[in-house]
Every structure is written in structure tokens, then in C-alpha cells.
């Protein structure tokens, strides 16, 4: 009796500290979208009212509206989806030849690709900026998309996955007359399924979310302009349009909450296994 | 040997598009980066001269960039220690068999999928000293927060970065460790609980020294994130508050519109090479302390 | 065995990272790389204390018209089909809006010549025209007062005083002074567009409460002052004004406004305009009183400092509209008043409506009106093309035809750059109806007749301006006034030198 009252206090004592914590995380987001769904004049009030009283959608219509924010979102979706596919077979590719192939130098060249890793993106971006421009990439899908399409964390992570497959699979295979292509599409590729998910979700995150390498390569050209670049502009925008960026802000995290619900289990599976990658 | 030979024009073919990508994307940038940088060139970089390669030297020496390195380093002291800490408490909370954890778990992962320009704009939406709602709620009991602001102040700014980092990153975190914690064999906690051990002992002598590993993972991801930091410097700060320009970061520094190299290719190309082999140096670093760990831990 | 192996490595990195910043420590400025200009740091190359009258000008050269490129205005009439242009510009918010609209009508009125927007922030399309190579630039591109002798130097443009000329294209209604902003050593560069300067925004209702007439703000230093301590004594206002040090306004654009209204040069070489400069010069005693003041207001709790504006560029704005501690009054660049009054007409701050805001020319040393042309000019990039030369230009001419800058100026606050727009509709209707908007334009006009009334050109000025805005931020703070100025001039001199090594 008297310990069941304990656990019970125990109990209700964790709710009380999950539900604390989640206001404390959660706030931000409330705070924000608050402030989006109010008229002009009670979004900035004092004392601030937090209450979801009074809503109207006029913010988030005007930042869809000037900001052109449906042809970003399209253009995000545009870039993350062509970056994914061709992360995906880029790396299926390699990490068949690095899994499954014999040549010569293919350890040393497996630690070339590796060391690629060390290489981070913000130090690239200085040179590859003048690549683009010299190629007329600057403002163009292809200066978006095309410099992301090899991951060399891709191609790690699908050889590890490949190793795994019984080498009999391929053996067999071979046997049997099933090309290298064909054996890739058709049995190895289907087996990594799992491992390909996760790596298309963490890709389409990674570029749906990235905003230096967007910033450099998009210069002021809203018909190819992201959503994350697309924000920054909303913030700059001038003095009577100083709410619009609360609206720009719903739109743009809106998609990837409703991903976050949706695939959170393959989310997991792929940050875990960049915990394997150390 | 015969096999080795065979498999050649499939190899070549497969990896020619990775390998394609990767030399034009990411090695030549940095053998383009290594020779301009001792280059000095007018503003269309048309007419160069060779300043040596006692530039590097210049650049790094220089108080910019010792200064941005500084700040860097000041970042990944304020939010890795601290976005641990806040990752574990939130794991260790929701790793309870209850009703609706799920729930809790969703909230305390929903971070993770803000990108850096959504979370430095909410916070820069926040922290708006005069129409902020931070400053309408708590001016009263700190006034840094209206007066001038928490990321106009050059004691607060770049902590309040670290707070939209720290608050971007607790998503992450949390996912990371509530799986080392959901790896921890159960039956451990009950040999401990059977001998009589209280819930720290449990948590310092059984769950921290098991989830090592995913503590290490995730310190050395958000010591790069740190060190790599640009997207919420250019929205939250711009580099500032002047004069310390205290928030301007080593790709702040390189990329950043107020920087004041931002429109010199030569010496942006030495900082940023700068900046790489300072990352090969946590990398060494961190890459010993995980042989290490990989070393004791089996 | 395992928790004090991972302590170890954490503190090894961090050990690691220490080091490299304890091993390396005094250096010297990032700007002064580059194998040329290592004599350029030397300290005290600044000429304290030398007016307008000591600086030693350099000798008056001119660029001869003939070795840069032509201008073939009549190009479009040999062509068939339409030539598509693009033009990089630097409007946000509401400015946008308007220059869209003005574009949109352009391109409906005829097939000849279709403009294609793309739209940055000043220092973004500034840092992408630099950038670029010289076959993705776009036709036609405005710029910033302070990229003019940058962008002379990319040697990348036409300049329209050949198409002026070529086109005998009648600038008799402009306004001299604009277009002298943007002519240097005797070549008209580019064609001024939008024209601003710093005015005073004010409360009127605090002013009333103060005991001040509402219909007049202060014209000279002084009279801040000393509406401010009435302002705060009575309790009217928590400040009497919010200064901030913005690179291209309160920590930079506006000092420059100050030197000419005290009809001082900025720079040698008479502002950079007869020969290429080589130093600043506002460590003189001009800049030394006009910082102290400024940093007296501060400190008699007058002022508060919001910061750097350039961020948003309009935290000073908000600082008026504050609940709780709002401050009287700001100087902020007259473009921001159309959009301004917009947003205060939207309700969005129930303690400041449009009505309450009145405007004043800035206020200046002695109280003499007088103001530098800022904004931001059209260049015509040499594109190779003679088309698109001529294109650009015909659609150059209809943005500073009178009745297209009548509108842009009615819903901008920006100046015309030309008289006849005033005698326009819908320009002339706003200014009879709301005289706030005529403010910046008679401040402009009453500029003393001096050579210090042409502004500052220098390769560098966007940096110059943000090593001054990085001291004026320090003394805002409390810090020595000549010290402050002195390094920043040091700093800023060995910029120009090493950019004009590398560009001259």
C-alpha cells in the first residue's frame, strides 16, 4: 500500500518533470508560431500573451505571398530529392566496387575516398563558389545539386552494409551467368534496403537543411532561391514587413516536423549508424 | 589474378562518378585553396603576385584570425560539455517504460530536424531586444535582455548563440543517447539493484561508463559542428556586437558579409586552408581518444 | 579504466586547442598580408589635427574618355526580336515591391528590351558583382555610394557619361549634385537612381509632453542636447535618442555626413575624387569633438546605444517604438520612411502611430543644413554585347525618367534624383500632403557649394567604414576618443594601401 503510494508519487512526480522539460524544449517553437498566427497589432503586445487566442493566418499568407515561399519549397524539394537519388546510386556504385570487385590498389584507393571525409565543406566552399561561377552554375539547379551527388560517408556506410551480404550470394550468382549490374539491382541493393533509407532521409535532411554552400551558389535568384536561403531574405526585408519571417519560419520547419513524425524511426537507424562511423 | 584483372573496367566504371565528383568538388578546392593562398591579387583577381608562402604565417599570426579561432574554440566549450549534459538528463528522463513516453520522446527529438536557419531564426526572433518576446517576458529581471540585448552584448553574444546551438543540437543528442541507453543489457541494473547500489551509483558505475561510446560520438559531432559554425553567426550576430566582434567564428571570418577579407579570394583561400588543417588536428586528437575508448572498452 | 581514459582525451583536445591559440599570440591585422604592403602598418602615418586646407591633394589627374569603353545607344534599332537584360539590384521589403512594379510596367510597355530582376542586399549584390567573372555579371547593376571607385577599378563597365553623350541624352533637370556623386577625375561613372541621407525621426507626442514644439526638432548638436535632457528630465522618454553604429549608418555613412556638413574631407586627394586616396583623415579634431559629443550623450544617459544596426537597420527604428523604455528620436536613412509610416500605419505599435513620427533634416555641427548624396547609383556593364549595352541603357533612362521617379519616390522616401520630378504627380501630391517626405530633398539641396560636398570614394570604403563604424562602436562604450580613432585610422590606412598596391 504505502510503496504503491511511492511509486505512484514516483510516478507522477516524472510526468510533472517530462511534461517541465517539454514546455522548456517546445517554448521556442511556441513562442514563434504564436507570433505568426496574430494580427499585426496583437502579435507584439505588452505584456506578451502567448495564449493561441485571436488566430488568423494573415502573417503566414503574406510571407507565402511576398516571400514566393510555394516556388522555394518546390525548390527545395526539387534539389533534396535529385541530391538523394543521386547520393543513393553514386554510392551504391562505389561501395559495390570497394565490396564485391578485385583490382588493383583497391585498399589504398578505399583510404583516399576516406580521407576525403576530413575535408570539411566550409573549407571548399571558397574555390568551388568560383567553379560554379566559372561553369555558369551560379544561380542554377545544376550549381545546387550537382556538387553534393558523391558522399563518401554514403559509399562507407553502403560497403559496410554490402560486406555483410553471405559472399556466397555473389558466388552463386556468378554462377549463374547475373551480371555485376544486375546482381546490384536485383539482390544486393533490395538486401541494403534498411541501410539505403537511411541514408536517403539523412541525404534529403542534410540537403533540405543546408544553407553555406545555398547561400554561395544562390545570389539573389528567387526562381532557384531554397527555403533556408529564402528566409534569411524575409529576415532582411525592411521595417514594415518585420513579422513576415515568424510566417517565413512556420512554412519552412512545417514539412520536415511532418518527416520528423513520419520517419522518425528511419531517422534514428541513420543518426546511429553515423555513430558507428565515429 | 586473373579475377583482379577482369573486374577492372566494372571498378572504373563504378567508381569513376564518385570519384569524379570527389576530385572536382572537394580535393581540387582544397589544391586550388593551398596555392592561392600565397597569392596577392587585385579586386577581379586578374593581376596576381606571389606573396609567398610567409602569408599563411601572416594570416594565422594575424589578430583576425587568432581572435575567430579563439571565439571557435569559445563555442565548442559552450555548447559540446553543456549540450551533453542536456542530452543525457533528457535521455535518462524519458528512458522509463510509461504511457505516452512516446509522446515525450517525439518532443525531445523534434529539434533535430530544424535546420541552422530556422533555429537561429527563432532565436533571433526571440531575443529581439525592443518587440522580442524574451525581452517583453523577462527584461524585468535581466535587463541585458532589452539593454542592450542578448546578442548585441558583447558579454552575452556568444552565449546566446551557444543557446540556439545548444537548443538546434538537443535533438540529436537525445536520439544518440536514449539508443546507448536502450543498449545497456538490463540485466546489469538488476544484478546493481540486487547488491543493494541506489540510482547514482546505478547511473556512475553502470549507465555512464556504457554509453561512453555514444558520448564520445556526440561530443566529437557538435566539436565539429562548433568549430565549423557559420549559418547561426551570419543570421543571429552578423560577427558581432562590434568592437570585439565577438561571435566572429574561423568560416564567419572567411565567409561572413562583414568580414573584413570578405571580398579578398587569397587570403580567404589561406584562412580556410587554415581552417582545415586545424580540423585535421581535433581529428587526430579525436580520433586517438576513440582508438583508446575502442581499446579499453573491449 | 575506461571514464579516465575518456577524461584524458577530452582534456588532451582541449589541451591541444589551447595551444595553438597560447603558442601564437600578437600579431598583426589579417589585412596587412600579402607580400607588398608589409610597410603599410606602420603606426602613425595618420595626420592628426590637419584640416580640409593642409591635406597635401595629390595632383588633379583625369581618365581620358577615350581608352574606356563606347556606349552604342542606337544599337536596339538594328535589332529584331526581344534582347533580354538582366539587372542586379540591392531593394528589400517594400523598395522591392516598387521597383518590381516599375520593372513589371516597363517590360509591359514594349517587346524591344525584357529586364530580368535579381535581388540581393546591397553588400550581397556588391560582393556577387565582384565575384563573378566577367561573363556571369548581369547588364545593368545598382550599387552602393560607397562601391564607386571599386567598382572603377574592375575596369568592367561602361560608363554613361559615354551614353549621356552618345545619346544626347538631356541631364539638364538632374539634380548637380547626384550626379557629381558619381563622377570621378572628370568621368560621370554611373547613373544615381535612388538618393537618401540620414534625417531625424522624432515623437511628436513625446516632444509635447516635454514641453518642446513638436514642429521643431533640433537643427544643431547642441539643440539635441538639449532637447534630450528635457526629454529626460521631464520624464517624456526614458532616452532622448538611440545612436547605433552600423557600418553604413551611425558607425560610418553618417560620420562622412558630418565631416562634409562641417565642410571637412574624409579622405586625401579631396575625398578621393581628384586623385586616388591614400589616407583618412578623421582622427582630425573634427572627428575627435564630434565622437566626444556623441559619447557624452551616453554617458549623461541622454543616448542609448542599440548597437550595430546593420544587421536589421532597423533596431534604432524600434527603440522609438518601445514599450518600455522607448527613446525620443533617431537619425535614420530618409529611404526608411515610406516604409516606416507603412508599418506604424499597419497598428503594429498602439504607443507610436504614423502621425506621431516627424521628420528633421539631420541634425549637424552648427546647425547648417547640408548633406552627402547616399543611395546607391545604375552601372552599365560592358557586356560585350552592344545590344544589351543599348538596352540597358533604354531601360536605365526610364527609371530616371521624371515621372518614373516621381512614383519612386512618393512610396519610398527616397529623393528624385531630378527637380522636374517634383512638379509630378503622384511626388507632388505627397509632398503637399505630407512635408516629411521633402525633408532629406531640401537638406540636400541646401548643401554648401564646396568641394567637401561630394563624398569619399576609396576602393576600400565598404572596410574603411567598418574598421570606423568597429571604434565608434568601442567609444559609444566609453573608450578613449583619439585613441579609438587613431587605430581605426591606422587600420583603415593600411587597407588603402594595400588595396591601391594591389589595384592601382
Redesign the interface.
Known amino acids: 500500500m504505502a510503496a504503491d503510494t511511492v511509486r505512484g508519487a514516483r510516478k507522477a512526480g516524472r510526468y510533472a518533470l517530462l511534461v517541465a522539460v517539454s514546455a522548456v524544449v517546445l517554448f521556442p517553437i511556441w513562442a514563434v508560431l504564436m507570433q505568426a498566427l496574430k494580427s499585426g497589432p496583437d502579435s507584439l503586445d505588452h505584456p506578451r500573451s502567448l495564449l493561441p487566442v485571436d488566430l488568423t493566418f494573415g502573417t503566414i499568407r503574406a510571407a507565402w505571398d511576398q516571400g514566393d515561399l510555394g516556388r522555394l519549397l518546390l525548390n527545395s524539394m526539387f534539389v533534396s530529392v535529385m541530391v538523394t537519388i543521386g547520393v543513393v546510386i553514386t554510392s551504391l556504385l562505389a561501395a559495390y566496387a570497394f565490396a564485391f570487385l578485385q583490382f588493383p590498389l583497391k585498399g589504398p584507393l578505399f583510404i583516399a575516398f576516406l580521407a576525403t571525409m576530413l575535408v570539411p565543406g566550409e573549407v571548399t566552399v571558397v574555390i568551388n563558389q568560383k567553379t560554379a561561377d566559372s561553369l555558369g552554375w551560379i544561380n542554377s539547379y545544376q550549381g545546387l545539386i550537382v556538387p553534393s551527388l558523391a558522399s563518401t560517408f554514403g559509399v562507407f556506410l553502403v560497403r559496410q552494409m554490402f560486406l555483410q551480404l553471405p559472399r556466397e550470394l555473389r558466388e552463386a550468382a556468378s554462377l549463374d551467368g547475373v551480371g555485376h549490374l544486375r546482381f546490384l539491382w536485383e539482390v544486393a541493393a533490395p538486401l541494403s534496403r534498411p541501410t539505403l533509407g537511411a541514408l536517403g532521409l539523412f541525404t534529403f535532411l542534410g540537403t533540405w537543411n543546408a544553407y553555406l554552400w545555398p547561400s554561395q551558389v544562390i545570389r539573389g535568384d528567387r526562381a532557384h532561391e531554397t527555403i533556408q536561403i529564402g528566409l534569411e531574405r524575409l529576415k532582411n526585408s525592411d521595417i514594415s514587413k518585420i513579422n513576415l519571417v515568424t510566417g517565413g519560419l512556420v512554412v519552412a520547419a512545417l514539412p520536415i516536423f511532418v518527416m520528423l513524425v513520419l520517419f522518425q524511426r528511419q531517422l534514428v537507424r541513420g543518426l546511429t549508424a553515423g555513430a558507428v562511423k565515429g | 589474378m586473373k579475377r583482379r584483372l577482369r573486374d577492372i573496367p566494372w571498378a572504373v566504371t563504378m567508381l569513376v562518378p564518385s570519384m569524379a565528383l570527389l576530385a572536382v568538388w572537394t580535393v581540387y578546392p582544397l589544391v586550388k585553396a593551398v596555392q592561392n593562398g600565397h597569392l596577392s591579387c587585385d579586386s577581379t583577381g586578374n593581376r596576381c603576385t606571389d606573396a609567398g608562402w610567409g602569408q599563411y604565417k601572416v594570416v594565422f599570426l594575424s589578430n583576425e584570425f587568432q581572435h575567430a579561432l579563439l571565439v571557435s574554440i569559445k563555442l565548442a566549450l559552450l555548447t559540446v560539455p553543456a549540450g551533453v549534459v542536456f542530452g543525457v538528463g533528457l535521455a535518462v528522463l524519458a528512458d522509463k517504460q510509461l504511457r505516452a513516453i512516446g509522446v515525450f520522446r517525439t518532443i525531445f527529438s523534434s529539434t533535430v530536424a530544424t535546420s541552422v536557419a530556422v533555429a537561429s531564426l527563432v532565436w533571433f526572433v526571440l531575443l529581439q531586444p525592443q518587440i522580442g518576446v524574451l525581452s517583453d517576458l523577462f527584461s524585468g529581471w535581466f535587463p541585458v535582455l532589452k539593454n542592450p540585448g542578448l546578442l548585441n552584448d558583447h558579454g552575452t553574444a556568444l552565449s546566446a548563440v551557444a543557446l540556439s546551438s545548444i537548443w538546434a543540437n538537443l535533438g540529436f543528442t537525445f536520439i544518440i543517447v536514449t539508443a546507448g541507453l536502450q543498449s545497456v543489457p538490463r540485466e546489469l541494473y538488476e544484478s546493481a539493484y540486487v547488491d543493494g547500489a541506489g540510482s547514482v551509483r546505478r547511473f556512475t558505475d553502470i549507465t555512464l561508463p556504457m554509453i561512453m561510446p555514444s558520448l564520445l560520438f556526440v561530443s566529437i559531432v557538435l566539436t565539429t559542428r562548433a568549430l565549423q559554425s557559420y549559418g547561426e553567426i551570419a543570421l543571429l550576430t552578423g560577427g558581432g556586437p562590434n568592437p570585439q566582434k565577438s561571435t566572429t567564428t574561423i568560416p564567419y571570418l572567411i565567409y561572413g558579409q562583414n568580414s573584413i577579407i570578405h571580398n579578398n579570394l587569397q587570403i580567404k583561400s589561406a584562412a580556410a586552408v587554415l581552417l582545415f588543417l586545424i580540423s585535421l588536428v581535433f581529428a587526430v586528437v579525436q580520433f586517438r581518444g576513440f582508438e583508446k575508448r575502442v581499446h579499453y572498452g573491449s | ?3 579516465s ?2 577524461r ?3 582534456s ?3 589541451l ?3 595551444g ?2 597560447a603558442a ?14 608589409t610597410t603599410a602598418a606602420a603606426p602613425g602615418t595618420g595626420t592628426p589635427g590637419t584640416g580640409a586646407a593642409s591635406t597635401s591633394a595629390a595632383t588633379t589627374s583625369t581618365v581620358p574618355l577615350d581608352s574606356l569603353p563606347g556606349c552604342p545607344t542606337d544599337a536596339l534599332a538594328s535589332t529584331t526580336g526581344t534582347t533580354t537584360i538582366s539587372f ?1 539590384h540591392g531593394m ?4 522591392n ?1 516598387e521597383l518590381v512594379k516599375l520593372t513589371d510596367a516597363y517590360n509591359a510597355s514594349q517587346t524591344k528590351v525584357k529586364v530580368k530582376l ?4 546591397y ?3 556588391a ?2 558583382y ?4 566577367q ?2 555579371r548581369p547588364d545593368l547593376v545598382q550599387m552602393p555610394e560607397y562601391m564607386v571607385q ?1 567598382i572603377i ?4 563597365t561602361v560608363p554613361v557619361g559615354k551614353c549621356i553623350a552618345a545619346s544626347k541624352f538631356d541631364t539638364s533637370a538632374f539634380l548637380p549634385s547626384a550626379l557629381a556623386a558619381y563622377s570621378t577625375q572628370g568621368v560621370q561613372w554611373s547613373m544615381p537612381f535612388n538618393i537618401s541621407n540620414p534625417v531625424l525621426f522624432y515623437n511628436k507626442k513625446v516632444f509635447v509632453a516635454a514641453g518642446l514644439d513638436p514642429n521643431k526638432p533640433p537643427q544643431s548638436l547642441e539643440e539635441l542636447k538639449a532637447d534630450s535632457q528635457k526629454i529626460v528630465s521631464t520624464g517624456a522618454a526614458k532616452y532622448g535618442i538611440a545612436l547605433e ?1 552600423g ?1 553604413d549608418s551611425g ?1 560610418g555613412w553618417y560620420v562622412e555626413q558630418w565631416f562634409a556638413k562641417s565642410e571637412q574631407f574624409y579622405l586625401d586627394g579631396q575625398n578621393g575624387r581628384q586623385a586616388r586616396a591614400t589616407k583618412v583623415l578623421y582622427n582630425n579634431q573634427t572627428g575627435v569633438d564630434l565622437l566626444t559629443y556623441l559619447q557624452g550623450l551616453i554617458n549623461d544617459k541622454l543616448a ?5 544596426n ?6 534604432n ?3 522609438m ?5 522607448p527613446a525620443a528620436m533617431t537619425i535614420n536613412t530618409s529611404a ?1 520612411l515610406g ?2 509610416l ?2 506604424l500605419k ?5 504607443q507610436l502611430t504614423a502621425d506621431d513620427v516627424g521628420v528633421g533634416p539631420m541634425p549637424g555641427p552648427d546647425g547648417k543644413p547640408g548633406a552627402l548624396i547616399g543611395g546607391a547609383s545604375l552601372w552599365v556593364v560592358n557586356s560585350g554585347s552592344d545590344a544589351k549595352t543599348a538596352a540597358a541603357w533604354d531601360y536605365l533612362t526610364y527609371l530616371v525618367a521624371a515621372q518614373q521617379q516621381s512614383e519612386w519616390a512618393s512610396t519610398t522616401g527616397y529623393i528624385p534624383v531630378r527637380t522636374d520630378a517634383t512638379t509630378l504627380d503622384p511626388y507632388k501630391t505627397t509632398l503637399a500632403t505630407d512635408p516629411r517626405f521633402s525633408v532629406a530633398f531640401d537638406q540636400l539641396k541646401a548643401s554648401p557649394d564646396a568641394p567637401t560636398s561630394a563624398g569619399p570614394v576609396v ?1 576600400p570604403l565598404r ?1 574603411v567604414r ?2 570606423l ?3 565608434v ?2 567609444i559609444l ?1 566609453g ?1 578613449d576618443v583619439k585613441k579609438s580613432l587613431d587605430n581605426a585610422a591606422n587600420q583603415a590606412n593600411a ?1 588603402i594601401t594595400d ?1 591601391n598596391n ?2 592601382g
Do not use: H
Open positions: 579504466m575506461r571514464r581514459s575518456s584524458r582525451s577530452s588532451l583536445f582541449v591541444a586547442a589551447l595553438l591559440v601564437c599570440s600578437g600579431g598583426g591585422s589579417i589585412t596587412n598580408s600579402g607580400g607588398t604592403t542586379w528589400s521589403g517594400a523598395l515591391d535579381v535581388q540581393g542586399s553588400e550581397q549584390t560582393d556577387n565582384l565575384q563573378a567573372s561573363g556571369n571599386s577599378d574592375t575596369k568592367s553604429s557600418f558607425g542609448v546605444n542599440v548597437g550595430d546593420s544587421g536589421s537597420g532597423y533596431d527604428l524600434l527603440k517604438a518601445d514599450a518600455k523604455e526608411s516604409p516606416v507603412e508599418v499597419g497598428g503594429q505599435f498602439p576602393g572596410e567598418s574598421v563604424a568597429t571604434a562602436a568601442a562604450n573608450a587597407l588595396y594591389r589595384n
